[in-house]
């Protein structure tokens, strides 16, 4: 038998990419991304920065009129930016607005008079620069600038350290200060502790953002709570998008058995063996909820009459034994936590996994019972919401 003209494959081989695809790829790299901001937004940053620039241009030409020093830098530019556009950034705030400005011009100053080529000088500073902020925690990129300015202006002195670099910048900091409380920003951001900002709930614990962020091993340009933050919300907004607007009346197990305060324990009991049930809503005459009964609450009732040991029979004849409950009412766990038949099943997820409840009795806008939602329920409901496509 001869051997088939061609060789078979189980799959197709895709051919590789062109050349000019490749190159399409590299080049889309350089393509900018949008924004990410409102109209509302960029009005804010425009006008702010305006505004900002302004005033300590003006503050600074006044204080500046009679030195023979230049009165502003160049790179408070580029510090308002960051500071009215990325109020909450690391790199914005008035520590290394001021601490990485004022350190990263001496250490230019230091290059400059230490190191006697120019052009070494000015790479050396803006290094150098860099070290020392990263060392004391005030890594601000317009400071790099200021090392270059310190080393190409040498006549300028350490004394430039201080007008118009340090009084530039404190203006700066105190004027977006004010405008950013004024458009209601946070400035200055709180750099929250690790674990600060919330919960370890969700798809994900604080040290698993931890282990991200080392194997990403840069620096970010938000702080390390606001991105868990972030995360947290893009997490719960993925669920709310893939249970869309389901409610909490198309889950939840109808009609439901109850029983009422009076019901003797016994025929509770018998009425949860018969229905297979684990737990009975306790209403009153307008099927109101006022409690719960629960095969929980009648083992903790059973465990009265585990075998005594000699102490416990001693207390017994001197104290009379606890006496035993007869009636539901007796028993059952009031207030009970229920939810509206309208309300998103979202809003049970906290309910079961932190607040540590079991059964929830659903009622309708007039308080009526109409339902009950188990730990069983929703947990289908959350794993058919993540199988679906």
């Known amino acids: 038998m001869s051997a088939p003209p061609f060789p078979r494959t189980d799959a197709a081989v895709e051919p590789p990419p062109s050349v000019?695809?490749?190159?399409?790829?590299?080049?889309?790299?350089?393509?900018?991304?949008p924004a990410g901001v409102n109209q509302r937004e960029r009005l804010r940053m425009v006008s702010g920065i305006t505004l900002c620039v302004a005033v300590v241009a003006l503050f600074a030409h006044w204080f500046g009129a009679g030195l023979r020093v230049p009165w502003m830098v160049a790179?408070?530019?580029?510090?308002?930016?960051?500071?009215?556009?990325?109020?909450?950034?690391?790199?914005?705030?008035?520590?290394?607005?001021?601490?990485?400005?004022?350190?990263?011009?001496?250490?230019?100053?230091?290059?400059a008079t230490l190191v006697p080529h120019v052009a070494l000088a000015c790479g050396a500073a803006v290094g150098l620069a860099v070290a020392v902020m990263l060392a004391l925690r005030c890594l601000h990129p317009p400071g790099g600038a200021m090392a270059l300015f310190a080393v190409l202006n040498p006549q300028d002195g350490a004394a430039f350290a201080v007008f118009p670099v340090l009084l530039n910048m404190l203006a700066l900091v105190l004027m977006g200060m004010a405008f950013n409380h004024l458009t209601g920003r946070s400035y200055p951001h709180a750099q929250r502790a690790r674990g600060a900002a919330h919960k370890e709930s969700g798809a994900f614990i604080s040290a698993d953002l931890d282990a991200a962020l080392s194997h990403y091993n840069q620096v970010l340009d938000v702080s390390r709570a606001d991105l868990e933050g972030l995360l947290h919300l893009a997490g719960k907004a993925a669920f709310q998008r893939t249970l869309g607007e389901l409610r909490c009346g198309e889950i939840m197990s109808s009609p439901v058995h109850a029983v009422v305060a009076e019901t003797p324990l016994k025929d509770a009991w018998a009425l949860m063996r018969k229905h297979a049930v684990k737990a009975l809503p306790v209403v009153d005459g307008a099927r109101?909820?006022?409690?719960?009964?629960?095969?929980?609450?009648?083992?903790?009732?059973?465990?009265?009459?585990?075998?005594?040991?000699?102490?416990?029979?001693?207390?017994?004849?001197?104290m009379g034994r606890p006496k035993r409950p007869e009636q539901v009412q007796g028993l059952m766990s009031s207030p009970v936590q229920q939810v509206l038949s309208e309300q998103h099943v979202m809003d049970l997820v906290p309910l079961f996994s932190e607040a540590g409840h079991h059964h929830i009795p659903v009622v309708n806008d007039a308080q009526e019972l109409v339902g009950i939602i188990t730990q069983t329920d929703l947990v289908k409901t959350l794993a058919a919401a993540v199988a679906r496509p």
């Not at 000019?20 to 991304?33: E, H, K």
């Open 20 to 33: 000019l695809r490749r190159v399409a790829g590299w080049l889309r790299l350089f393509w900018p991304a």
């Open 75 to 111: 790179s408070l530019g580029s510090s308002a930016v960051l500071i009215i556009a990325m109020p909450s950034s690391p790199l914005a705030q008035p520590w290394p607005v001021l601490a990485g400005s004022v350190l990263s011009y001496m250490v230019g100053v230091a290059c």
């Open 288 to 318: 109101r909820v006022v409690g719960i009964v629960t095969v929980a609450d009648f083992m903790r009732l059973a465990n009265l009459d585990m075998h005594e040991g000699m102490g416990q029979r001693l207390r017994s004849l001197i």
